[in-house]
Nanobody
Framework: QVQLVESGGGLVQAGGSLRLSCAAS????????MGWLRQAPGKAREFLAA????????YYADSMQGRYTISGHHAKRTVYLQMNSLKPEDTAVYYC??????????????????????WGQGTQVTVSA
């Protein structure tokens, strides 16, 4: 059984930063791509970033490039999302997720909700103006 637990969300002023963490437990972690996605009220879940199982290669949604940084620490079984220059429109519930299949870093599948098999409970990020 795979469990993902996000933490690090909260209330921050526009222009501020937050670092989200996702702790993974259960079955193999190191063979799977991990992703961060978010969902704002009334909107679809949106892909933000993904990290290859090698912990080095990363892929970002175009709109997130430069403000968000995904990283991973395999020994700690943790994935991070550093968010800088936050804007009120970044307000959402942020989720980490594990890809459905091992050794999959397909750029289309990492962007889609269906590409992921396991999700955390989400952490709320609220950015005030």
């Amino acid at each position: 059984q795979v469990q993902l637990v996000e933490s690090g969300g909260g209330l921050v002023q526009a222009g501020g930063s937050l670092r989200l963490s996702c702790a993974a437990s259960g079955r193999t972690f190191s063979s799977y791509t991990m992703g961060w996605l978010r969902q704002a009220p009334g909107k679809a879940r949106e892909f933000l970033a993904a990290i290859h199982w090698d912990g080095i290669s990363t892929y970002y949604a175009d709109s997130m490039q430069g403000r968000y940084t995904i990283s991973g620490h395999h020994a700690k079984r943790t994935v991070y999302l550093q968010m800088n220059s936050l804007k009120p429109e970044d307000t959402a519930v942020y989720y980490c997720a594990r890809m459905r299949a091992p050794f999959d870093f397909d750029k289309l599948r990492v962007r889609t909700r269906s590409g992921y098999a396991f999700w955390g409970q989400g952490t709320q990020v609220t950015v005030s103006a």
